[in-house]
């Protein structure tokens, strides 16, 4: 191997140093090509875990208690490790690395649970290291995570970045698991990690491993798209007072709001004691105006049969059936914000019937923009020896930001709170947690939008018969009838007259009425058929649960002669605290389900828990060149029947370089607890949980019609002059939902991949390609329920016209109803979806130190010939491409990074908005200035810098440059 001089190891001297009370002083500096100092090496005595790392400016300082001669190794990361032989205290080393694009040492604990070079890993694994994090023109680490391999970052706030990887990507991923340190960082109610609220601040993160796909073979549920580990830095080898400052601008055009600065700040300190003991503590804080989601497009154009097609003079501006993306209120697509406009002459044709929207409001207008995250940690260590310690870590986040599941959220001083304990010995591990989640003064933006409405407008009735009067009178003042020629104009006459009376933004009556809703816990709104509600109606999102996790692992590879062996085993309950509104307690009757007790609690709390364990079995065979892995794991969930997820690979090595690798596995998804317990009144269409017991007495499973069908149903009823008699002869197009029992999302996954590094470490390759099949997955699906009828009787088909929603006496010839319910349900899918793809990596160094990397990645899903209950939403695009091209030491103390993003067009399904996400093509740029005298570095950066405004997801936010500088100081009190 060519050597080449990357670093010297200057000892000025290494040891000056005498005896401190009986220890020693190890000193000195690491410095690169340019002389410039390498942050971050690692210095440590050999077979030893005592050690440091360098601070900003290569310099170093370790007190040792240490006979002579001892080895010291010294590694950095991009450069080959050294051995030093220290025999004296006077010895001045000088050492030469290797640069290195690619170490083929590095190791990787995700992928497998324990650790193992990443070139033989079994499954595809892709790491951040702290160089890498260091020189991302992101605006932060974590949102370093969209350049990866295989990975889409989608951005649902400045605070709120979800990722995901391989299809089925959604902002509320319950798919893909996130780590810090091992420990799940799920807010449960909600059912995803918030981003990295309560994560890493920018001062303590030192890696990140992100295993794309399926892990659940060996992580249980919520792993089953993958997950990502973030592990933070070691308080014994990273000691001192580090500080950090980012500043930036964004909005710098103007278009959503007037350009705006976001700030962060955060300090880490940590101290170790005669390597025994160590403590660490972190905190930052993070604020500014969030991205806007303001798209005005209407997903339910007047050709839809959810509209009006049958009157093309209401195309375009002036449907009357407006959906728009960002606009809440006006749900037409789902039916839950309409009114039937009824008995209508046009063109001289009676008994015509229009589907009109209500107003509603834009989400800029319900959603404050402004947003901040405080996070704080600390964490003690002590070692009962060198193999054996004990750590506690506390974290806590506060958040603002908007979360999208089936509608948007406002997250407004959300607190999340995780205690941590872990006994860590030289083969084994044993961890308990507990996470408490409070969703503080959150709301839920469509329930708010609703009742701004009703509460100021009317109620569904009384503004349709506004709606229609002023409709009528327009048409007896322009010509006495309405005809296509006057339609448009009257019916915007009509809304506007039905409308008088409604709160506008930006008006103090808006505000109050507003803040009275957001504070109300309520979404029902006080009416004939409901008469305890409040009279304004409320929004607030009130969720309160604690999760109780223990886990263990033992490596019994010592125990066993033939083969290596690790098991391992875990168990967590989840109690969720009703709160009448989200979460009920379903021993209370249906009817007390959202009333307070006496003590003011809305019952006892919810248990919903898991228990699993596992086993794995690895071998290597013919010299180390093949190495195989067996695993099994079985989960059980006492609502659901036990599963066994099995996972087979094995790692092939030819000439010590390429590696090639294949891995099968099953795996299975218990839904979250949102998905199983949810019984959420939301727009009067119930948002219910897939466990049966919610099923009870309300017949949604087994006595509905499906949502689609309905909408084909009335379209034709209408045409017909929406009659009784026109119900009955289209009762065919109804179709009945017949929803299945439910149970675990599962998937087979199959991968293969291969992995070198070649011409003399310069060039890092990976290549993979996978399929996946799910079988049963979870999903939403609308249904109706006739109250008090059967499905297939008259009386039921009558209940689906859109006029008996609510119940109805008989009149002008047709019968009376007892009106419909409407569920939104969690349930499985009944075909299977067959996602595939393949991804593909590349870095090469070159004169020096220059690189470039890049990847490409393409997924794509298998269609189905029949039709499912639900879209399943694959919200992928197939081709996406990330290149890099940068040089971390240009000159002594100065480096760039340049990262270009390409991903093409791709459609967005969801139950809140479906529509096409435009092609995304946006460059990020960063150069790095080091200050070694005042051990400092300065970073002026931006992501987007051409400012191509866009979104990653339909209804999600418009996404522009951001520019920004950061200065950290590193390393001091570090003595």
């Known amino acids: 191997m060519k050597r080449i001089i990357a670093s010297l190891l200057a000892l000025f001297p290494l040891l000056a140093l005498a005896q401190l009370n009986g220890a020693l002083l190890l000193s000195g500096k690491v410095v690169g090509e340019n002389h410039e100092g390498l942050a971050a090496a690692s210095i440590t005595i050999k077979g030893t875990s005592i050690g440091t790392t360098s601070d900003s400016t290569g310099k170093f300082s370790l007190v040792i208690n240490q006979k002579l001669p001892f080895t010291i190794v010294i590694s950095s990361i991009g450069f080959a490790p050294q051995e030093i032989e220290v025999k004296n205290t006077n010895t001045k080393l000088a050492v030469q690395l290797t640069t290195q694009t690619f170490l083929a040492n590095e190791v990787v604990v995700t992928a497998s649970r324990t650790s193992e070079k990443i070139l033989k890993s079994p499954v595809s694994v892709e790491k951040l290291d702290l160089k890498a994090l260091k020189e991302t023109p992101a605006a932060s680490f974590y949102d370093a995570l969209g350049n990866v391999k295989g990975v889409q970052l989608t951005t649902s706030s400045i605070t709120f970045k979800v990722p995901n990887t391989r299809g089925f990507n959604i902002p509320n991923n319950f798919r893909f698991m996130q780590l810090v340190d091992g420990i799940d960082m799920q807010a449960a109610t909600l059912g995803v990690p918030l981003g990295n609220a309560i994560g890493p601040t920018e001062l303590d993160i030192q890696s990140i491993e992100v295993t794309p796909g399926a892990a659940s073979a060996l992580y249980g549920m919520n792993a089953i798209n993958g997950m990502a580990n973030l592990i933070t830095k070691n308080p014994f080898t990273t000691q001192g007072l580090s500080v950090f400052q980012r500043t930036g601008v964004n909005h710098v055009d103007g278009t959503d709001h007037s350009p705006s600065i976001l700030t962060e700040t955060a300090f880490r300190f940590a101290k170790a004691f005669n390597n025994k003991f160590a403590f660490k503590i972190n905190g930052s804080y993070l604020q500014g105006i969030d991205w806007i989601s303001n798209t005005q497009a209407d997903q339910n154009p007047n050709s839809k049969n959810t509209a009006n097609p049958a009157y093309p003079s209401l195309n375009g501006s002036n449907n009357v059936a407006f959906d728009g993306w960002n606009k809440y209120g006006d749900d037409a697509l789902a039916g839950s914000n309409t009114v039937s406009i009824t008995g209508l002459t046009i063109d001289g044709n009676t008994n015509r019937t229009l589907t009109v929207a209500r107003t509603g409001y834009w989400e800029k207008d319900l ?75 959150s709301y839920n933006v469509k329930p708010l939008a609703d009742n701004l409405d009703l509460y100021t407008g009317g109620s569904a009735t009384a503004w349709a018969a506004k709606y229609k009067t002023a409709l009528t009178n327009y048409a007896s003042a322009n010509g006495g009838s309405l005809t296509s020629t006057n339609l448009a104009a009257a019916t915007a006459y009509a809304r506007q007259q039905a409308d008088l009376g409604r709160v506008e933004p930006g008006t103090a009556r808006f505000n109050t009425v507003k803040d009275s809703i957001i504070k109300i816990n309520n979404w029902d709104i006080k009416s004939s058929t409901i008469p305890n509600a409040p009279v304004t109606g409320g929004a607030a999102l009130i969720q309160k649960s604690n999760l109780y996790h223990v886990e263990g692992q033992w490596d019994l590879t010592s125990k066993v002669k033939y083969f290596n062996l690790l098991v391992g085993g875990d168990a967590r ?105 949810s019984y959420v009144n939301n727009g009067r269409v119930k948002r219910v949980g897939i466990l049966p017991i919610i099923n009870e007495g309300l017949g949604y499973r087994e006595n509905s019609y499906t949502q689609s069908s309905v909408a084909i149903f009335n379209a034709a009823v209408k045409a017909a002059g929406n009659s009784d008699a026109a119900a009955l002869d289209n009762k065919n197009l109804l179709q009945v939902a017949n929803l299945p029992d439910g149970r675990p999302e599962g998937i087979n996954s199959y991968e293969v991949g291969y992995k070198s590094v070649l011409f003399d470490n310069k060039v890092f390759i990976d290549v993979d390609a996978y399929a996946n099949i799910y079988d049963g997955f979870l999903g939403q699906v609308q249904v109706y329920v006739p109250i008090g009828e059967t499905v297939g009787s008259d009386a039921a088909t009558i209940a689906m016209i859109d006029r008996n929603r609510d119940a109805t006496t008989a009149s002008g010839g047709n019968a009376a109803s007892k009106g419909q319910e409407r569920y ?46 639900f879209v399943t939403g694959f919200n992928t695009p197939k081709y996406t491409t990330n290149i890099s091209f940068g040089n971390r030491a240009l000159t002594k103390n100065l480096g760039f990074n340049i990262v270009w993003k390409w991903q093409d067009s791709f459609l967005w399904e969801s139950p809140l908005v479906t529509g096409t996400v435009d092609a995304i093509n946006n460059i990020d740029a960063q150069v790095t200035y080091r200050l070694p005298s005042v051990k400092s570095t300065i970073k002026l950066g931006g992501t987007n810098v051409l400012n191509n405004r866009h979104i990653q997801y339909a209804g999600g936010p418009t996404i522009g440059a951001l520019y920004y500088a950061a200065i950290t100081v590193d390393g001091l009190l570090n003595k």
């Open 367 to 441: 959603v404050d923009p402004k947003v901040d995250n405080l996070k704080f940690d600390a964490a003690l260590v002590y070692k009962f020896n060198k193999n054996t310690q004990i750590t506690y870590t506390y974290r806590i986040g506060k958040m603002d930001g908007v979360f999208q599941r089936g509608n948007k959220v406002k997250l407004d001083n959300v607190i999340v709170q995780n205690h941590q304990v872990e006994l860590k010995g030289k083969n084994f591990t044993i961890k308990a947690y507990t996470t408490n989640e409070n969703t503080g003064d």
């Open 573 to 677: 309950i989840y109690a969720l605290i009703p709160d009448g509104n989200n979460f009920v307690d379903f021993s209370r009757p249906i009817a007390e389900r959202n009333t307070p007790l006496a003590d003011g609690s809305f019952g006892s709390d919810t248990y919903y828990k898991k228990f699993g364990g596992f086993v794995q079995v690895t071998k290597t065979f013919f010299n180390e060149k093949l190495k195989l892995w067996g695993s099994l794991r079985g989960d059980y969930n006492p609502e659901f029947s036990a599963k066994f997820t099995p996972r087979i690979a094995a790692v092939y090595t030819v000439n010590e370089k390429h590696n090639f690798r294949f891995t099968f596995q099953q795996g299975y998804r218990f839904p979250a607890l949102f998905e199983a317990l």
């Open 824 to 869: 939104r349900v969690y349930t499985n899918a009944k075909n299977k979806y067959t996602t595939y793809g393949s991804s593909l990596g590349v870095t090469y160094n070159f004169y020096k130190t220059f690189t470039i990397s890049g990847n490409i990645n393409y997924n794509d899903i298998k269609g189905n010939s029949t039709p499912d209950l």
